[in-house]
C-alpha cells in the first residue's frame, strides 16, 4: 500500500515491523489494531525510511525550483579556514594557492620555507603569515570556494617592517572585482570584516602591492574565511514545492484529499522543522522538514487506520473517496487508483459507476486480488516452505486460482477445474509424463489433479506431523476454509476423553480402525470426528507430501466407507464432487468474500446477501464479464458492490 | 490477610537473629533481598502425555539445567493449571501466562487480557528502586497476519504478548538483539544542538499524531474510541520516554550485528545475546523486571533445525500423537529452551544476581498433544536456602498458577498482595510449600 501512496516499488522487509497489517477474521486486508510503544518505535523508524524514499522520487518534486547542478566540492570543505593555519607547501591544499600577479603559480621553497615565481626575479615571495611584493610583481593569496556559500570574511593587513619603505597598498579581490583597497603607512596596519556569497569555484585575493618602492614591505596577513554552504533546496519553499509534495502523499496515504486544518498543521510543522533544522546546522533542513512532516503522515492514525470503514469516519462530501478506497483497499489491497481517484474527485463515482469500476478493477488488479483475498482464504500467499518443492507448490495454487478468475470460470471450479499449472518437478511428483523438467508453469490438462483438494500445497502443509495429526488437520482445513463450519469449543472434559483415548489406542491397527474407536469413545468426540474423519479419511490416498497412494507403507490398503452428508466419500473423487455440489460450499464462498469486503464477519441479518450472491447474477447488473452466470469473479465484484451498500446502511 | 501477617513476622525474625544487618536497620521499610523479577515462556507444553509428568524431569527435559551444576537454582512445582475452559490455551495462556485472567474474544482488531505479574512487579519496584526501563520485554519472532482462519476471533495480539500492563494495554517484546542494544546502550551521534533537533524533531511529530488523533476521535462512533485512545496513550508514552534520562551502562559487548530476521536463523545466538543485554541492564540499574518469550504462542515457525537439523515446527511436533519422531522431536526442543534458561540463570549468577532475582519459567500447556492445561511445566529458580530450590514440589491438589504468583509477590516484598487471577484460575491463598 505503501508503494503505491509514494509512487514506487518497495520491498516487503521494510514493513517486517508495521503493524497496521492487522489480522481479521482470517483476512488482514486492512484494520485496526493497537500499537504500544515498542512498536511506535519500529514503526517510526519505518516511516523515516519511507519518508526517505519518497524523497528520492524525481515525480514527486517535479513541480519544484529546479536545483542547481550537484559538484562535487573543489577542495576540502571546512567550516572555517585561517591563511596562517592552513599555510602548506601544496597548491590547493584547503583552497588557498599562492600566485603571482600575472596568475602564474609560485613554487615552494623548502630552504626559505615560502612561496616565490619561478622566475630570475624571485623578489615577491608568500610565507606562513608574511607576504612581500616584488618590483614588478606582487604576491596573491588565493581562496577559492569549495561550493556555494555564504563567506564571512575577517583579519587585518600589517607593515610589519617599519625600518624602511613607503609602506603597501592592500586589496581584496572577488573574480577580479575589488572588495576592500587599502593604503598602509609604513609600519600600519588595515583591520577588514565584511561577508559576501560566494559560488563553488569563485576566487577571493589577497594582495599585496609595493608602492613606489618595494624594500622593507613585509607584510603579515591574518585572514579567517567562514564558510556556511548553502542548502542545494534552499529555493525550495511550503509555497512553490513543499505544500504540494506533502499534500499529494498524504492525501494518497489518507485515501481523501486533505483537509484545511490538516494542511494548515503540516505547514506549521515543516515551517518550524525547518527553521530549526537551519539554526542546528543541518545540511540540508529543507529535506530535515519534510522528512519530518511525512513521517507524521506515515504514522498519523489517519493513515494507519481506515476510518472510512465507519460510520462518521470521512466527511459527507468526501464519501465517494470512501468508496474509492473501499474499492481499492478490496482489489488492490491498497489506495484507489487514478482513474478512481480522478471520478471521486470529480463527482462521478456513484453506485452505477462503482459497478464498471469494480468490474474494471477486476479485471487489472486480478493478481493482486487473487493473492491478498485468495492467497488468505487457501493460505498460498504465506510463504513459508514446509518442503523442497514448497514454491512450486505454493505457485500452483496460486497460478490456478489466478486462472480460475481470469477465464471467468465458477467458484466451484476451484475443486475440479479440469487442469493444473505445474513446474517439472511438481509434474514429477504427481505422476505427470511430458512435463519437461525445467518447466515453470505448465498449463496440463488433468482430471484428478488442480483441484484445491488434490494440490500438494494443501496436501503436503496439512501432511506434516503424526499419522493421526495429518486426516485431522486435513479435515479441520475443509471444514473451516471450504464450509465455513463451525465445530464446538474444546472443553477440559472433552480434552480429558482424547487424551484417555490416546492411551487405549492399539497402535497395530490400521489407521481407520483406530480413529473410528476413537470416535466412537463418546458422542463428546463424535460431535466433531463424525465431521472431520470422512474428510480427513478420505484424503488419506495422498500422502504427507500428497502423492497418490492405494496402499499405507505397511501395506495395509487405504478405504473408507464414511458417508459425509449422507454421500458416500470414499476418495478424494467423491469428496471433491460432494463438496462441490453442496450448497454450503457456495455459501462459504460468498461468506468469505463478503467478510473480505466488510472487514468483518457478515451479521446474521445481512447472510440473505450470502444466498443472493451464490444465484444467478441479476439482469440489473450490467457486466462485461465473459461468463454468462456467477463466475468467481463476478461474485468478486457483486460482493464488494453488495458490501458497499451493506455498511452504509447499517450504523 | 494471612499471608501477608505471616510474612511481616518472618521479617521481625529476621531482624531479631540478625539485628546488625544495617541495610534493614537503615531503611523504614525493611527491603526484600529479592528486588528483581524475570519470566521465561515457552509455548506448546513439554512431552508430558496425558497432563502426567513425561519427559519433565531431572534427568528429562530439565537435563541441561542439571548439567550447567544448576539443579540447586531451580525448584519444579507440580500440579499448576492455568486457562479457561471456553478459551483455546494457546491464546488464553499466552496473554494470560502471566496475569490468570481470560482474553476477550469476538473483535480480533480489540485485544483485553488482564494486567501481569510483571507489570504490577515493576510498578512496585519502581518506587522503591528508580530504573530507567521498570520492565523490559524480550522476544523473537512476531505473527502478523492471523494465522488460523478457523480461530476468526482470536487476536493473534494474544499470540505476540505475555505482557500487558493494563487490561486493554500489552507491551510488545522486542525482537532483534541489535535493537535492544540500542534502546538500552545506544546514545545518539552528534552535537548538542544536533541531538537537541532530533528530539525537538520527535516531539513535533508525536504533538502532530496526538492532535490527528483526537479529531479523529471526535468523528468516529464510541466504540471507535478505545482504538484511538491506547494509540494516544502510546504516543503520550513515547513522548515521555523522550524526556527521561540520566541513566548510564556503558555495555561491555559490542551491538550485534548478525542476522535475526528470520526466526530460525540465528534463534540461539539470539536470545544468549539478549540473557547477557538483560544482566548487563540489571547490573547497571537500567531494569529490575523482565519478561522473556522463547517463541510466540504457537510457534509454528519454530523449527530449531540449528540445533535439531531440519523437522516440523514446534506446534506440529507438539501435536504428535503419540508418533515417535515427533515425541523424539517434541524432547529434543524442550532442551533447547531449558538449555536457553540455564544460559540465563548461569549470566545470573556470575553476575552475583542470582541471590536477588526471582525467575518464573512455564507454559501454556503441559500435553501440546491434547491441549492439556493442568500439571503444567512450571519452573520457580533463584538462590536461597530459605526456598526448596533442588527438590519437586508437589501440592496434594490441582492448584491455580495464580498462587505461585501470590507467593513471587511475597518474596519480592509485596506482602499486600494476597490475591490474584480471576474465576476459575483464583490464587487460593494457600501456600503451596514452596519454602524451605
Known sequence: MASDVIGVPLEDALFQKWTPVAQVYGFDTMSETRID??????????????????????????????????????????????????FSNVQGKDCWSYLDSDGVPMIFDAANSWWKRNHPDQSPFIARTLFHPGASFSAVRRWTSPVDGLVTVSGEFVDTDPRGGDGVDVSILKNGNQMDFRTIPNGGNAVFSFKL????????????????????????????????????????????????????????????????????????????????????????????????TLQAVFLSPNFMFKPELVRGGFNPDEQSYGVASRLGLYFRGSVADEPLWAAAASGTLTSKTVVAHATRLANQDLPRFAANFGGQWLDFRDQRATHPLGEDMRREASDVFVTILREGLPAERLLSPGFTIVSGPLASLYGFSGVPTEATAARVASPSRGGVLSQAHFLARTGEGSEFRRPIHRGLWVLSRLLCRPLPQLDPATLMEIGNSFEALDRSRPL???????????????????QIDPVGIALEKYDRVGRWRDFYEDGQAIESTLDFGGQSVRDPIELTSAIERSPEFRACVAEKLLTFALNRSPREDETCWKEKLTGPITAASPSPSPSPSSSLRTMSVEALVNALTLSEASP | MRTSRRNVLRWMGVSLSLPLLESHLAQAE???????????????????????????????????????????????????????????????NCAGFLSCEPIVLGDPGVARCGVTVDQIVAERLATKIPAMFPSLEIGGVYYHVHLLASHAAYSSDYLNRISWQAPDKFRSPIGNPAHLFAKLFGGQQGGTAQIDFLHSRKRSVLDQLHKDAQRLAARLPESYRPVLASYMETVREVELGLSKGGFQCQPTMSAPRQDFTHPNTNYRLRFHLMHQMLVLAMQCGLTNTATLMYGPGISADLTFAEDLGPGVGHHTAAHHGGTASSIERLKAISRVQTGLLADLLLKLKTANLLDSTLVVYGSDMSDGNVHATTNLPTLLCGAGTDLKFGQEITPSSKRPLSDLYVETFNLLGMTDRTRFGSGECASTGQPLGIRA
Open chain 2, 30 to 92: 525493611p527491603s526484600p533481598t529479592r528486588r528483581r523479577f524475570i519470566a521465561a515462556y515457552v509455548p506448546n507444553g513439554a512431552y508430558m502425555p496425558a497432563a502426567k509428568n513425561g519427559d519433565w524431569t531431572w534427568d528429562g527435559a530439565l537435563k541441561p539445567l542439571v548439567d550447567q551444576g544448576l539443579r540447586n537454582n531451580v525448584m519444579m512445582v507440580r500440579q499448576l493449571f492455568n486457562g479457561f475452559e471456553t478459551k483455546d490455551p494457546h491464546w488464553q
Open chain 1, 512 to 530: 481407520p480402525e483406530q480413529m473410528a474407536k476413537h470416535r466412537d469413545t463418546s458422542t463428546r468426540c463424535g460431535a466433531c470426528h463424525n
Open chain 1, 37 to 86: 510503544a515498542q512498536g511506535f518505535e519500529e514503526q517510526a523508524a519505518t516511516a523515516e525510511a519511507l519518508a526517505a524514499r519518497a524523497l528520492a522520487i524525481p515525480s514527486l518534486s517535479s513541480h519544484c525550483p529546479p536545483l542547481p547542478p550537484l559538484e562535487p566540492p573543489s577542495c576540502n570543505v571546512k567550516s572555517t579556514y585561517s591563511s596562517v593555519e592552513d
Open chain 1, 197 to 292: 556569497t560566494m559560488d563553488r569555484g569563485d576566487r577571493l585575493d589577497f594582495i599585496v602591492n609595493g608602492k613606489a618602492f618595494h624594500g622593507w614591505d613585509s607584510t603579515a596577513l591574518t585572514a579567517t574565511l567562514e564558510l556556511k554552504p548553502f542548502a542545494r533546496k534552499r529555493t525550495w519553499t511550503w509555497a512553490n514545492c513543499s505544500g504540494a509534495l506533502v499534500g499529494r502523499v498524504a492525501s494518497r496515504a489518507f485515501r481523501r484529499p486533505l483537509r484545511p486544518d490538516e494542511r494548515e498543521d503540516y505547514r506549521a510543522l515543516y515551517e518550524s522543522t525547518l527553521a530549526r533544522a537551519a539554526a542546528a546546522g543541518i545540511e540540508e533542513p529543507v529535506d530535515e522538514a519534510l522528512s519530518t
